[in-house]
T-cell receptor
Framework: AQSVTQLGSHVSVSEGALVLLRCNYS??????LFWYVQYPNQGLQLLLKYTTGATLVKGINGFEAEFKKSETSFHLTKPSAHMSDAAEYFC???????????FGKGTTLSVSS | DTAVSQTPKYLVTQMGNDKSIKCEQNLGHDTMYWYKQDSKKFLKIMFS???????INETVPNRFSPKSPDKAHLNLHINSLELGDSAVYFC?????????????FGPGTRLLVL
């Protein structure tokens, strides 16, 4: 069965510090993987996705993620955090039929000045 | 132009009432979804429609009934509202019901049942 696990429900960093949000997946088929961001009181917005090809995926707002099949991971990183990055981040994988997304429990990113 | 819109944005109602949430997308997508986000921010699929046909109906109480009058609209009607229905409901759409498609989300409808 498809699933994602996000390690760490809350991550706090200082402005300018590296951001690392962890996601591990379980999939019975070659996975597609997604990171979405949810700003307070808003809907979800796609940050980046991995389908096939290059394992290092670049997204919006300076975020990137690397698909590592051997580690079943798709961790999200950003070299230098900005205050505006404070939000909820969700890793997701399609269900087995590919007809809906299965989300992780989310990681709240806090950025302090 | 808003890609996926939902109305209303906020909904406060009493237990036992019936309410509807409307969703519209102007992206020309074939597939639309309803997700529920609980108080712990956990997101779960409720329903999915492709070309107005239901393709996913998760274990949701039958008090919840989706309706898709056309490909651009997917509404959610809830009968006999209960306290546990309080949540944020998100509509989303994608080009097709395949795993690699990006889903575009609406702003959410915050439902509070008193």
């Amino acid at each position: 069965a498809q699933s994602v696990t996000q390690l760490g429900s809350h991550v706090s960093v200082s402005e300018g510090a590296l951001v690392l949000l962890r996601c591990n997946y379980s999939s019975s088929v070659p996975p597609y993987l997604f990171w979405y961001v949810q700003y307070p009181n808003q809907g979800l917005q796609l940050l980046l996705k991995y389908t096939t090809g290059a394992t290092l995926v670049k997204g919006i707002n300076g975020f990137e993620a690397e698909f590592k099949k051997s580690e079943t991971s798709f961790h999200l990183t950003k070299p230098s955090a900005h205050m505006s990055d404070a939000a909820e981040y969700f890793c997701a994988v399609p269900n087995q039929a590919g007809t809906a997304l299965i989300f992780g429990k989310g990681t709240t990113l806090s950025v302090s000045s | 132009d808003t890609a996926v819109s939902q109305t209303p944005k906020y909904l406060v109602t009493q237990m036992g009432n019936d309410k509807s949430i409307k969703c519209e997308q102007n992206l020309g997508h074939d597939t639309m979804y309803w997700y529920k986000q609980d108080s712990k921010k956990f997101l779960k699929i409720m329903f999915s429609y492709n070309n107005k046909e239901l393709i996913i109906n998760e274990t949701v109480p039958n008090r919840f009934s989706p309706k898709s009058p056309d490909k651009a609209h997917l509404n959610l009607h809830i009968n006999s509202l209960e306290l546990g229905d309080s949540a944020v409901y998100f509509c989303a759409s994608s080009q097709a019901p395949t795993g690699q498609e990006t889903q575009y989300f609406g702003p959410g409808t915050r439902l509070l049942v008193l």
